[in-house]
Nanobody, 122 residues
Framework: QVQLVESGGGSVQAGGSLRLSCAAS????????MGWFRQAPGLEREFVAA????????YYGDSVKGRFTISRDNAKKTGYLQMNSLKPEDTAVYYC???????????????WGRGTQVTVSS
């Protein structure tokens, strides 16, 4: 019953920063693990980051570790992905997701946003 809507995507030059938001609706957002995934044309959906329901545990994909930061504000029912030192290979549609258990696989998440485009130019 959770609905998710991403925002904050856009175009940025390599080395720049962008902050994505994921607004959630529904009464049980705080009960879910929140994840971010991305998908470029012709490629599989890739795990980016995940955060526990309390916000005290995080995990990052190797390709973004040290550059991206995931966070959440359960009172505002909003998740965030801060992206720094962006590279052209970060270009993709970014999706937020919510799941009832910890997972780095897309199939492990129950609810998905529609995605927001991030384009990084060289």
């Amino acid at each position: 019953q959770v609905q998710l809507v991403e925002s904050g995507g856009g175009s940025v030059q390599a080395g720049g920063s962008l902050r994505l938001s994921c607004a959630a609706s529904g009464p049980t957002f705080s009960d879910y693990v929140m994840g971010w995934f991305r998908q470029a044309p012709g490629l599989e959906r890739e795990f980016v980051a995940a955060i526990s329901w309390r916000g005290d545990g995080t995990y990052y994909g190797d390709s973004v570790k040290g550059r991206f930061t995931i966070s959440r504000d359960n009172a505002k029912k909003t998740g965030y992905l801060q992206m720094n030192s962006l590279k052209p290979e970060d270009t993709a549609v970014y999706y937020c997701a919510a799941g009832s258990s910890w997972s780095t696989a897309a199939r492990g998440y129950d609810y998905w946003g529609r995605g927001t485009q991030v384009t990084v130019s060289s």
